[in-house]
């Protein structure tokens, strides 16, 4: 071979490794949310207050992880379950959030989170509640906990024959938690999560869905 | 030595001098004041001053190698003509030379490790954790801490009392809880001024970072271990703490503010927000220095015993307790 | 003539080839396609292994993941890339009780580039492109890290997905600069400059690369795997409780760790045993004592680093608790074991840097290198002393809180050996003529960055200070002023210099001159800011920052992407320069008087017709009369016996 030969013979190689690489990492690595986003600033007039039913489910049930822990949340144009942990929401407008939890529970790592936390008219199948001793009962399933707003909600653990894999029916044993809270006058991407280490099988239960979003949190993408 | 070499080396000498004191000077009066962490607290304002102090020193070294660099590249290059460099072993190696850089970096750095020892002594480890058994504590804080542990820690506004704040790190939020006040848990860190402050760093889970960045406060939170920090609080202001330490998805979100509040007004609200919490306190492990968390997250888990028995004998952060 | 050096007795080689027949391999030998190939059936075959002895665990069944079936997958594809690529021919061999197939020839033409060539010009060659894929890789992901941050609260990548970026990065990155100049330049240079005809261990240095780039796929693969969060540093027990990507990491270490101390072996042994006559330590050129000091580095150092990978693998696959507190581990183990690697590692990485710079000053300075001794003396107390501070990077974390200012001393020691390539760069410039061509550009950027980044290491060494520069942009600034700033602009500095003498091609100064400019002036414009924002309170790792930094973040980040241009403009001038117009190289292009310099180009395959004698150190530049570095007619090799 000559050496233009030999030299352009290793660039294209180069190239086509180089290609490679690009393509690899650029598949591999997903911008944006995973899911997508849940926008609920379009179905109410301004100023209107939101709703947003969502469920927790012990596993998803299909997807890549079927076994993951996860929330779904419901389309507000469609009434369909979906996979969105991303949920725009106006800003400095009014929440009603109802959670349908139909996992199971255990006693809280940090009581702490026991405790409802910057939101009001917490209700747990219809009672007022602002204290969860997660030593009773099924314990805590998993809780909805928004730091930076102060908001935090025990979403009290279910019993008996639980619904195996999501999206969930009112059939199978749930706890219903509603209540209300007020999106900030600022606009930003506000971080949520569960405080319950539900990821199943990885040290400290924090490891998997616990660990990945669009399973045990996600963003309230206020906008203004 | 060539009448040459002596005018180089003065030339330089004089720009670099007149360059350094200029700098120096515009350092520590325009941008020193202004240099973080701040003096909210004792040990931000000493560590300013520590960082200040070796930006005094190491300012003119800097532009010691700049003004060298700058006048030899420009007056040695081979553009400007100029005569054949001259090797042989006087170019090759110049004892003295030799002998004086080693010497003056050699002073420069043990007076710069002298000066960060004594400032880290006397400043009683200066805001960074100390482990468990802290050997530079402020006066009062070894009672103190012992007392917190027993459940007998008091602090009152004007007594001078050290007061023990325990921070808990978890994925991915710190709380804290307050010993001298029954114990309470909050998502919020309220501190009084003028008052020494040790912080009782431990995790729940994996290695956290508290970075109290106005109060200069730097400790890993490490599982079943108790990393002190001590400081104390200036006047009143706000603060902001970051995890430094990376701990999975929610790192960059594990942040929260706090405040430096008059000791009255502090005070007040730890009374209320104890009241307040009386029914989840209750609920929580006696305060302790360290929690063995349930290493099984909710049900099951990597480890393939169900239930965990401890290698210590600190309290258990959320495992299995029978059921009320 | 007198000799003042031992004559090593391994010198004879098997005499320059005369029968003119080139030996090609055909299509069915090995070469990379065959190690491919049979890299995938192995991680096939492990992965159904590790399913098969471990699919019934119960943490696994509960999981959906197999760790064990991971491990094995890339341990079992590693065993087959070395296979497939002939690095087991000899050993198999030999255990068989076949001896006779140790002088199989190299392979020659072209096709050698992608075989086991025990040639060490072409291991030299395959580790620069090796070197450059994997920064290539690493910086791909730098550009979407400095991306995410353009906005603290719009995000364009995922939380998970952002630290997977980081974690990618850091450790894509710390695995590429341990090799980036021992690879490429220390197996292809260090025999020509000390006068040898081959490496020590000519097979050990074959697997050192061809393991090097199973350690590039390997952590690679953390990528299909959801990666792993841990960052570089792979913290326990954060490490213990990640996804199945975090084996990736731990075990590519390992793996990239046997390559460093295989090479690193190779070529201590090399160095000290396989000097030309009347090569003393004395006239050892300052590049090779650098390679001296960094493979003493790697062969004691990454040990510890390869042990600590295994214990994180074995805590993974089979529960065991090294580094998990409450099952009687711990979480300091690991930042023990990893930092009193990570610390040493860190001067594998700025040693060779200072070599390169020592090396090439003298030639367009045209004097003598100025305190050579010093200056080799300061590079072996870096190497000791690098082992004693390890401490400080954990100085927060709440270990014995006394020794703390021990940790303190030393890492403020090591400061004054860091000096004396200061005190050896500023020494040779004075009086000197200096020619500004791009490798001499290159070298003084080095001085310019490293003397930032050496100053602020005084900072953060500084424990009180440390509190607040700890874990922050200000710590992250600093390490690439010294990695970045240093060993890459000395890595270019050294492929401008000795590409032409590696290829017989010269680079075009025009593109040069713009990759340097871009470079030099765009990585202080990314890196600067980066200390602002570390002491205004930004920590790393973070996918969202304090609003009032998005300046600061944007200017860097901007700045980022023009430095990513400037590698672009780097990899046009090899495509320009090797393809479109290759311009053929002088025999001496610099005019060094270095040994290296003295062969013919392109280098013949045993180096030199005969082994030369050395008569004196290589820097006698500005001395009309000196004494010539070596008589190239020395010692006749088929004789042995000086001349």
Not at chain 2, 168 to 176: L, M, N, S, V
Request: charged share 10%.
């Amino acid at each position: 071979m000559t050496m233009r030969g030999r030299v352009a013979s290793v660039l294209g190689l180069f190239v086509v490794a180089v290609a490679l690489v690009v393509w690899a990492v650029s598949t591999l690595l997903t911008p944006g949310t995973p899911g997508g986003v849940t926008d609920f600033t379009k179905t109410q007039a301004m100023g209107q207050s939101v709703d947003i039913t969502v469920q927790t489910d012990g596993a998803i049930g299909y997807g890549p992880h079927p076994s993951w822990v996860s929330y779904l949340v419901k389309n507000p144009t469609t009434g369909q379950w979906v996979h969105d942990t991303t949920w725009q929401l106006p800003a400095n407008t009014t929440i009603h959030m109802t959670v349908l939890q139909y996992d199971s529970g255990s006693p809280l790592r940090n009581q702490e989170w026991g405790q409802v936390q910057g939101v009001s008219n917490a209700q747990l199948n219809g009672k007022s509640y602002s204290l969860f001793n997660s030593y009773t009962g099924s314990g805590v399933g998993h809780t909805f906990t928004v730091p930076e707003l102060g908001i935090s909600v025990p979403l009290v653990g279910t019993s008996g024959n639980i619904c195996a894999s999501g999206p969930c029916h009112l059939g199978s044993p749930h706890n219903t938690i509603t209540f209300t809270f007020k999106t900030p006058k600022q606009a930003g991407e506000y971080h949520w999560q569960c405080f319950v280490p539900c990821g199943l099988s990885s040290l400290y239960g924090n490891g998997y869905g616990m660990s990945t979003q669009n399973y045990m949190g996600g963003f309230l993408d206020v906008v203004a | 030595m060539k009448n040459g070499e002596v005018n180089h080396l003065r030339r330089m000498g004089s720009a670099w001098a007149v360059i350094a004191v200029v700098a120096d000077l515009v350092y520590w009066f325009a941008v020193g004041p202004h240099v973080p962490p701040g003096r909210l607290t004792e040990a931000a304002k000493n560590n300013q001053m520590d960082f200040n102090i070796l930006m005094l020193v190491a300012l003119p070294v800097l532009l010691g190698v700049w003004v060298y660099l700058a006048y030899s590249l420009r007056v040695w290059s081979a553009k400007r003509g100029g005569p054949e460099p001259v090797g042989g072993p006087a170019a090759a190696s110049n004892r003295r030379t030799q002998v004086l850089w080693i010497s003056i970096t050699s002073v420069a750095v043990l007076a710069a490790a002298a000066f960060g020892t004594v400032a880290l002594i006397v400043d009683h480890g200066s805001g960074g954790g100390e482990g468990p058994n802290p050997v530079w504590m402020p006066t009062g804080a070894a009672k103190a801490e012992t007392a917190a542990l027993a459940g007998k820690a008091t602090w009152a506004p004007g007594t001078n009392a050290v007061l023990p704040v325990q921070v808990i790190a978890q994925q991915w939020k710190f709380t804290y809880r307050y010993p001298t006040f029954g114990g309470f848990e909050s998502p919020d860190l309220i501190l009084p001024a003028n008052t020494s402050v040790a912080f009782n760093v431990t995790s729940l889970d994996v290695i956290h970072s508290f970075w109290a960045y106005q109060l200069s406060i730097k400790a890993d939170a490490n599982q079943g271990v108790n990393n002190v920090a001590f400081t104390e609080t200036k006047g009143p202001g706000q603060f902001v703490v970051r995890c430094s330490e990376l701990c999975g998805i929610w790192h960059g979100s594990m942040y929260n503010y706090g405040k430096v509040v008059s000791q009255g007004a502090f005070m007040q609200w730890a009374q209320q927000t104890e009241m307040a919490n009386a029914a989840n306190t209750k609920l929580l492990p006696p305060f302790a220095y360290t929690y063995a968390p349930d290493a099984n997250g909710a049900a099951g888990g990597l480890y393939p015993d169900g239930t965990v028995t401890p290698y210590n004998s600190s309290l258990t952060y959320g495992a299995k307790q029978p059921a009320s | 003539m007198t000799i003042s050096a031992e004559r090593p007795t391994d010198v004879v080689a098997t005499p320059p080839s005369t029968s003119g027949a080139v030996r090609r391999g055909g299509w069915f030998s090995q070469h990379l396609g065959t190690a491919l190939i049979a890299a995938i059936l192995g991680y096939l075959f492990g992965h159904w292994l590790g399913n098969h002895i471990a699919g019934n665990y119960t943490p696994v069944v509960n999981s959906g993941v197999n760790d064990l079936a991971n491990f094995f997958g890339l341990l079992f594809g590693v065993v087959g890339w070395l296979l497939g690529i002939g690095a087991l021919n000899y050993p198999l061999a030999k255990i068989a009780g076949r001896s006779g197939t140790e002088k199989t020839p190299d392979v020659e033409g072209f096709s050698k580039y992608f075989r086991y060539s025990t040639d060490h010009k072409t291991v030299g060659l395959q580790y620069v492109i090796g070197v450059c894929l994997f920064l290539f890789t690493g910086g791909l992901l730098a550009m979407a890290i400095r991306t995410e941050l353009l906005n603290p609260t719009t995000h364009i990548f995922a939380p998970s997905t952002y630290i997977e970026i980081v974690s990618e990065h850091g450790t894509i990155m710390m695995m590429m600069a341990t090799s980036i100049v021992v690879g490429p330049l220390g197996n292809y240079l260090i025999p020509l400059m000390i006068g040898s005809r081959r490496m020590a261990f000519p097979r050990i240095e074959a697997f050192s690369f061809w393991i090097f780039t199973a350690g590039y796929m390997v952590i690679f693969s953390a990528l299909p795997y959801g990666g792993f969060p841990t960052g570089w540093t792979g913290y326990a027990p954060l490490q213990n409780q990640a996804g199945p990507g975090m084996i990736s990491y731990l075990f590519g270490f390992a793996v990239i760790g046997l390559g460093m101390m295989a090479a690193g072996f190779n070529i201590a042994v090399t160095i000290i045993n396989y000097r030309a006559p009347g090569m003393t330590w004395g006239r050892v050129p300052i590049f090779v004592w650098s390679i001296l000091a960094t493979a003493a580095l790697l062969t004691l150092a990454t040990p510890v680093l390869f042990s600590a990978g295994l214990f994180g693998i074995l805590d993974r696959v089979d529960q065991t608790a090294f580094y998990v507190a409450e099952h009687g581990g711990s979480s300091y183990l690991w930042e023990n074991l990893f930092w009193f690697f990570g610390h040493p590692e860190v001067y594998i990485m700025a040693l060779p840097a200072f070599g390169i710079v020592a090396e090439i000053l003298p030639v367009f300075c045209r004097k003598p290198l100025f305190a050579q001794k010093v200056g080799a003396a300061g590079m072996i107390g870096v190497a000791l002393l690098s082992f004693f501070v390890w401490q400080h990077h954990i100085f927060q974390s709440g270990i014995n809180p006394d020794m703390r200012p021990l940790f303190m001393l030393t890492t403020e020691l090591i400061s004054i050996p860091t000096g004396f390539i200061f005190l050896v760069g500023m020494g040779t410039l004075y009086k000197a003529k200096i020619r500004y061509e791009l490798p001499m550009l290159f070298s003084l950027a080095l001085f310019f960055n490293f003397l930032i980044g050496g100053l602020t290491g005084v900072f953060l060494s500084d424990v009180p200070v440390n509190v607040t520069v700890h874990g922050g942009f200000f710590v992250l600034s600093h390490f690439h002023y010294t990695i970045m700033g240093g060993l890459l602009f000395a890595f270019m500095a050294g492929l401008y210099y000795w590409l032409p003498k590696m290829t017989g091609l010269m680079l075009n100064k025009k593109i040069g001159l713009w990759q340097f400019w871009l470079m030099f002036v765009f990585f202080n414009l990314t890196f600067f800011p980066m200390f602002i924002i570390g002491l205004l309170g930004q920590p790393r790792r973070v996918y969202t920052y304090a609003k009032n930094l998005q300046g600061l973040n944007d200017f860097s980040s901007i700045s980022a992407f023009i430095l990513g241009i400037s590698f672009l403009i780097f990899a046009w001038n090899l495509a320009y320069s090797w393809f479109i117009k290759p311009e053929k190289a002088p025999a001496n292009p610099w005019d060094s008087l270095g040994l290296e310099w003295q062969t013919a180009t392109p280098v013949p395959v045993h180096n030199f017709d005969r082994i030369p004698v050395i008569m004196t150190d290589p820097y006698h530049y500005g001395e009309p009369g000196a004494t010539a570095l070596a008589d190239l007619s020395g010692v006749s090799s088929s004789t042995g016996n000086p001349a």
